[in-house]
């Protein structure tokens, strides 16, 4: 697939879920394979995500009483017109100014609230160490291999308490060696493992997410270790390889989206 075949709007509607499922199949595909373009679509969809966290709780709040016509004590009929006519329209450049300084002001609160939550980190470390002590592994690397993926899943999915899936990675060259039981502070944690032709392994790292909400992907980084973490439906995730930035986002970018386009398996 070629990069004049896609165009902004489309990497925008996949961003949206707004493709048909084969389309976001190619399309995940060509941002794998286009690492650049991966870290910003990576970014729109943290801009989204942020947002949504944000504000969702506000738009399901019930319109306050006072802001209901007819409903605030001391309205008349007729007074709210009385009092638009008394109030002088705002010029449209004064208007403008006002809402850009409105989004100025809100963009600078979103920086802020952008920065990666307390207990997020402290996951991603979880994930880094792991990483490092089995990845390295020749005999041992996994508990349960990819061989007995239905018993994998089915263990961990019960200690967990959650329908744990696999994700497929083969699109971005790596296959499933198999996984294992972790401890993760006071519960427990899985750890999927994936390898490359070339000897290169990649950890799919998730617990239960405890009081963390945030959607958003975050990076994380110790040594040769990189981690991008988020967190879905109530399980953390984390992504940890040995690979550059961009690689490993465009496959954390993959993840997510296999997880998210269909039921467990």
């Known amino acids: 697939m070629s990069a004049g075949s896609i165009d902004e709007d489309e990497l925008h509607a996949y961003v949206d879920g707004a493709l048909p499922p084969e389309r976001e199949v190619e399309i995940a595909a060509w941002l794998a394979a286009n690492p650049g ?10 801009q989204k995500a942020e947002m949504h966290r944000l504000f969702d709780p506000v738009l399901a709040e019930p319109l306050p009483d006072r802001l209901r016509p007819g409903v605030r004590a001391g309205i ?21 100014f006002a809402l850009l300084a409105l989004g100025l002001a809100g963009g600078w609160w979103l920086h802020g609230r952008m920065a990666p939550p307390a207990g997020q980190v402290p996951m991603a470390q979880e994930a880094m160490n792991a990483h490092r ?16 993926h239905g018993h994998l899943v089915g263990w961990l999915s019960k200690r967990l308490g ?17 996984g294992r039981l972790l401890p993760a502070g006071a519960g427990p944690a899985a750890q ?9 392994r990649l950890t799919l790292y ?21 981690a991008f973490y988020w967190t879905d439906s109530g399980l953390a995730y984390a992504l940890v390889g040995e690979i ?7 496959i954390a970018d993959l993840v997510y989206r296999d997880l998210a386009a269909a039921p467990p398996r």
């Open 206 to 226: 998730l617990r239960d997410a405890g009081p963390a909400t945030p959607t958003a992907f975050r990076f994380a980084s110790e040594g040769n270790a990189h």
């Open 37 to 46: 373009m991966a870290a910003r679509v990576r970014q729109w969809q943290a």
């Open 76 to 96: 008349r009929p007729g007074a709210r017109a009385r009092r638009a006519r008394l109030v002088p329209a705002m010029p449209a450049a004064a208007a403008g």
């Open 244 to 250: 550059g930035r961009d690689r490993l986002g465009a």
């Open 192 to 200: 999927f493992m994936y390898q490359d032709g070339s000897g290169q």
């Open 162 to 178: 959650a329908p744990l899936r696999t994700p497929d990675l083969r699109s971005a060259g790596f296959d499933l060696v198999g």
């Open 133 to 148: 002590v089995y990845a390295v592994e020749v005999r041992h690397p996994v508990e349960v291999a990819a061989a007995e």
